[in-house]
């Protein structure tokens, strides 16, 4: 029994949301960058060309996932907004309606309808918005969704991700590149899947398989093509 284990059931989906979105980040940083340096090295380029290669791709990576990010949090906000602004307004508009809408939702869920009609009577009399943004919108607290901050926490974990193979290429000798490059981000990404699936308590074995499969895969792709093509990716 591990002293870390704490008493009773463990709950994993509180902190699974932000740590699996910071274990993807990085799972991206690495995926990306190592296919492109192992690309890149490929095609026979000096390690100079390669480094820069491997610099642009982090920042490219970067900003384009703050952008995803921003663009993909702010419109859930905005919907979400209009969401409750709408039925704010029916709540006001026809409150009775409204109360029917309610108790119809628990009824079809297995309440009794009598008692699904007192339960949404209840819930509406202490709050009508809340209980209606819970439950017939599925919105299960009044977001504050902060795009910026969303933004710039994927770009750095996208960033701590790339530098990793980044970093490989500068300590490798040139004509090792390709595979120090490769079984280093191999490993990164298995630590990686590793620690995920453990915090998350799902299975590390299957979790780390699948990622280092679909890293080996991504770097095979790249570094076949840029064998083809002899040139930058
Ligand atoms: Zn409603």
Do not use: C
């Amino acid at each position: 029994m591990s002293r870390l284990r704490p008493h009773g059931e463990n709950h994993f989906v509180d902190r699974i949301g932000w740590l699996r979105a910071a274990v993807l980040g990085a799972n991206d940083g690495i995926i990306s960058t190592a296919s492109l340096i192992v690309g890149v090295a490929a095609a026979a380029t000096t390690q100079g060309e390669v480094l820069i290669a491997a610099i642009a791709g982090l920042v490219a990576g970067a900003m384009s996932m703050a952008a995803g990010e921003y663009v993909s949090v702010s419109s859930q906000s905005d919907t979400e907004r209009a969401d409750l602004a709408r039925e704010r307004k029916e709540l006001s508009a026809s409150p009775e309606s409204e109360l029917d809408e309610l108790g119809a939702i628990y009824a079809a869920r297995g309440v009794e309808p009598a008692l699904a009609r007192q339960v949404a009577e209840q819930l509406m009399a202490k709050d009508a918005l809340t209980a209606h943004a819970r439950d017939e919108l599925g919105i299960s607290e009044i977001t504050t969704a902060r795009p910026v901050q969303a933004a710039l926490t994927s770009a750095a974990t996208f960033s701590t991700g790339a530098a990793m193979p980044l970093l490989m290429v500068v300590v490798s000798p040139a004509g090792a590149l390709v595979p120090i490059v490769s079984a280093a981000s191999l490993a990164f990404l298995a630590v990686l899947g590793a620690i995920g699936a453990r915090a998350g308590g799902s299975n590390v074995l299957r979790a780390t398989i699948r990622v280092t499969f679909w890293g080996a895969l991504a770097m095979a792709l790249t570094a076949g093509i840029g064998k083809l093509f002899g040139t930058v990716v």
